[in-house]
């Protein structure tokens, strides 16, 4: 089983990125659970979302304190909040930043990947909603959900043309991290 | 069949519409859930054909099943927390008018002070109500149970309301795969709803009148005998779902492991599938570990439970409500399944995950390690010591 924790701000769509990130591993033909850490969210608040993997039936129901991967919609969170806490150290940390991951100043030996994903929402999407586009980074630098479950999962979510931009975007990550892997 | 990726809430939501409710009602504030937003979707949409009525308060929605479904209206309504405790009066009413009102009680914690996370606090303080009340253990269990719910209520020697409770965020926020089922699955399972008594002008009746000191204890009586018949209806409804859908979650209870378990977990409601993981985890290590599910709270079944647990040395209750001067609610009841017998085993109390307060694979293995010192006691496991002083 693998645990995958988002951290964000309310309103930046951690919860639905948990959710998009279930169904596409969902609908890779493995068992999924996502879930937001509850709470009473409010706009700019930090908040927290959980996502589960495995190849057998989950049946555990508390929240993630040792995950895989840890996936970051929003920068300034660095500064608030130990991002880091109880990530596997063969884990990945997944931020939004146009910066480099060495000049985040993260002091760590875990893998540490950026994607400047909110200019990429910007220029493809035209909405600062960079939470599907983190996802297209996800699965290029873990490889834990398929390209073709995030579309599905996204033409589920959002029908129509913001569904199709959203795609697009997912794509551009997708490729920017291939790249730079390359 | 294929499962769906869904919030456990939206799963919910959509089984109550392919029982053809006639009435739902609902208090659109918060304390509510999104499975009473998700009906009202699909009301004003027409996929549900139901009249869908939005009152001014948890009592009004109550008291709007009640009198549709003395109108002889298949009727729904779902709440939770201090709403559930609003609806509480009307709630022993539609018991005594034995209306087979089905609604669900999302379970969370009550004020003061004010928390709106998960325990079981709400149900258990209607456990006295004269509804039968089943808990679900994940997603696809509540989603179910709604259909067997309404079977249950409406089978003519039962007559008596059902009450879901399903763990608040934990099951009802979660996205989980559900099978989901459909339009034709559930005219198949569930009939019309056609009581032998209901208001019409056609025949006029009346549902709760006064009565005296010479007529209420019989009441109560057959409400008492009634809740007994329908440990062997709840079974029996429950077989016919495994019949025809495959799946099958337990009857009165469910057992995990207990057949040559020395110790017990009894649990009701999430915190089963979290248990379940410890006692494969448990059991790797050779350790004989096993979990019974109580799913059907009211009526208590009893003979079950003690034929389940009859060879256990140690019982372990965990358990989500706590009954203020005196302790664990469920505890009590399982020490009682005992009474009389020739053997009890050892039976630890713990009162746990109240107001939201997360239930991990430690907590359970810290109940265990308990479990295995030597008295017989009750206590609270996982307090903050730094705000409780101390020891």
């Known amino acids: 089983m693998i645990e995958i924790r988002v951290h964000g701000r309310g309103g930046q769509g951690s ?18 659970q996502a879930f937001p850490s509850f709470g009473s969210e409010r706009m700019g608040a930090p908040v927290q979302a959980f996502v589960r993997i495995s190849d057998k039936p989950i049946r555990i129901r508390s929240q993630v304190y040792k995950p895989n991967y840890v996936i970051v919609q929003d920068p300034t969170l660095l500064e608030v909040i130990n991002v880091l806490d109880g990530l596997h150290e063969e884990g990945l940390l997944l931020i939004n930043s146009k ?16 994607i400047p994903a909110m200019e990429i929402a910007m220029e493809v999407i035209g909405r600062p909603i960079m939470n599907t586009t983190l996802l297209g980074a996800f699965a290029a630098a873990t490889g834990e959900i398929s390209l073709d479950g995030i579309r599905k999962a996204i033409q589920h979510k959002f029908p129509g043309s913001v569904g199709e931009k959203n795609i697009a975007a997912v794509l551009k990550a997708f490729d920017f991290i291939k790249k730079e892997s390359l | 069949m294929s499962t769906t990726f869904i919030e456990g809430s939206i799963a919910v939501a959509k089984t109550v519409g392919v029982c053809r409710p006639h009435v739902i009602s609902a208090y659109p504030i918060t304390p509510q859930t999104h499975i009473v937003e998700h009906l009202s979707e699909l009301v004003a949409d027409g996929e549900v054909k139901a009249e869908y009525v939005n009152v001014e308060s948890e009592h009004s929605a109550a008291s709007v099943v009640l009198g549709s479904s003395a109108t002889g209206a298949r009727t729904y309504t779902a709440t939770t927390s201090q709403g559930f405790l ?71 020697d039962i007559m008596l309301p059902v009450m879901i409770c399903m763990d608040g965020f934990v099951l009802t926020h979660s996205f989980d795969p559900v099978e989901l089922i459909s339009q034709e699955q559930a005219d198949k399972f569930l009939p019309p709803f056609k009581p032998e008594y209901y208001l019409t002008p056609k025949n006029p009746l009346t549902f709760g009148a006064m009565v005296g000191p010479d007529g209420y204890m019989e009441t109560r009586y057959f409400i008492e005998k009634t809740m007994h018949a329908s440990l062997q209806v709840i079974s029996n409804v429950a077989t016919d779902f495994h019949n025809q859908f495959g799946r099958f979650q337990g009857g009165l209870i469910d057992t995990y492991k207990v057949e040559d378990a020395s110790l017990v977990l009894v649990a009701m409601g999430s915190i089963i599938g979290t248990i379940k993981d410890i006692v494969d985890e448990l ?79 430690d907590t359970i293995h810290q109940v265990i390690k308990e479990t295995a010192k030597a008295a017989s006691e009750e206590k609270f496991v996982g307090l903050n010591e730094a705000l409780i002083g101390g020891k």
């Open chain 2, 86 to 156: 609003l609806m509480i009066e009307v709630l022993f009413n539609i018991a005594g008018m034995r209306l087979p009102v089905v609604m669900t009680c999302v379970n969370r914690a009550v004020s003061a002070p004010i928390n709106i996370w998960n325990d079981q606090q709400d149900s258990m303080t209607a456990r006295d109500s004269g509804w039968i009340q089943l808990y679900a253990e994940d997603n696809q269990e509540a989603s179910d149970m709604h259909l067997q719910a309404f079977k249950i209520a409406e089978n003519k």
């Open chain 2, 283 to 361: 059991r790797a290590k050779g350790q004989k570990v096993g979990v019974l599910k109580v799913r059907s709270y009211r009526p208590f079944p009893k003979d079950e439970i003690y034929k389940a647990l009859s060879h256990v040395k140690e019982i372990a209750v965990v358990e989500k409500a706590v009954s203020l001067g005196y302790g664990g609610i469920l505890v009590n009841e399982i020490k009682s399944v005992f009474y009389g017998k020739p053997k009890t085993p050892k039976i630890n109390g713990f009162i746990l995950g109240l107001g939201g307060r997360d239930i991990t694979a």
């Open chain 1, 99 to 114: 910066k480099k991951a060495a000049e985040l100043g993260i002091n760590t030996k875990i893998r540490v990947k950026t």
């Open chain 1, 15 to 32: 919860v639905t990125a948990a959710e998009l990130l279930g169904f596409a591993a969902h609908s890779d033909g493995k068992y999924a």
